[in-house]
């Protein structure tokens, strides 16, 4: 069964600082990984999928890496503001999605 | 439409009650995906569906639980007999299917589900 783990669990940066987020997962053979992130009390929003054929993928000043072969996913947000805040989780796809449990960010204005 | 549509957004039962959650997914979407939700964890996988069929229902909890999908578009969630444990935010995802089940997905705002 497909573990994902995410570390740390909470976050809390000043405005400004380079935010890393980590992820682990324990079955390698895996299609693709989906990063998301939650609002309190909204739906998932999706922000990045790395397929397992790709290292890496950049949206503005998100970066998301994938190692599969260690079972690892790092998320860099650049430059963090008081927007970011939100919980991020990070899912791998071995058909469906299996969830780690999230890295709740807050960014202090 | 333009993006998956749950309804209802928050529903209050009684213990013991029956209770349908509904799902529109993408226009387009093939695939289909509920999850559940607790306070201050990840979306736990219920079922998936392809299509009008459940490919995999693993992860429905009990025989409490079943979900639906008739002409391979909206989907109901059922869940019979609720107890105070079936309380939790419950999300659908739809995604492109392409041959493998490799496409992004896109979740709605979930339904949160209360039983008294």
């Known amino acids: 069964k497909q573990e994902v783990t995410q570390i740390p669990a909470a976050l809390s940066v000043p405005e400004g600082e380079n935010l890393v987020l980590n992820c682990s997962f324990t079955d390698s053979a895996i299609y693709n990984l989906q990063w998301f992130r939650q609002d309190p009390g909204k739906g998932l929003t999706s922000l990045l999928l790395i397929q397992s054929s790709q290292r890496e993928q950049t949206s503005g000043r998100l970066n998301a890496s994938l190692d599969k072969s260690s079972g690892r996913s790092t998320l860099y947000i650049a430059a963090s503001q008081p927007g970011d805040s939100a919980t991020y989780l990070c899912a791998v796809h071995d058909y469906k999605l299996s969830f780690g449990a999230g890295t709740t960010v807050t960014v202090r204005a | 439409g333009a993006g998956v549509s749950q309804t209802p957004s928050n529903k209050v039962t009684e213990k013991g009650k029956y209770v349908e959650l509904r799902c529109d997914p993408i226009?387009?979407?093939?695939?289909l995906y509920w999850y559940r939700q607790s306070l201050g964890q990840g979306p736990e996988f219920l079922i998936y569906f392809q299509g009008t069929g459940a490919a995999d229902d693993s992860g429905l909890p009990n025989d409490r639980f079943f979900a639906v999908r008739p002409e391979g578009s909206v989907s109901t969630l059922k869940i019979q007999r609720t107890e105070r444990g079936d309380s939790a935010v419950y999300l659908c995802a739809s995604s492109f299917f392409s041959g493998a089940p490799t496409g992004e997905l896109f979740f709605g705002e979930g339904s949160r589900l209360t039983v008294l």
């Open positions: 226009s387009g979407h093939t695939a």
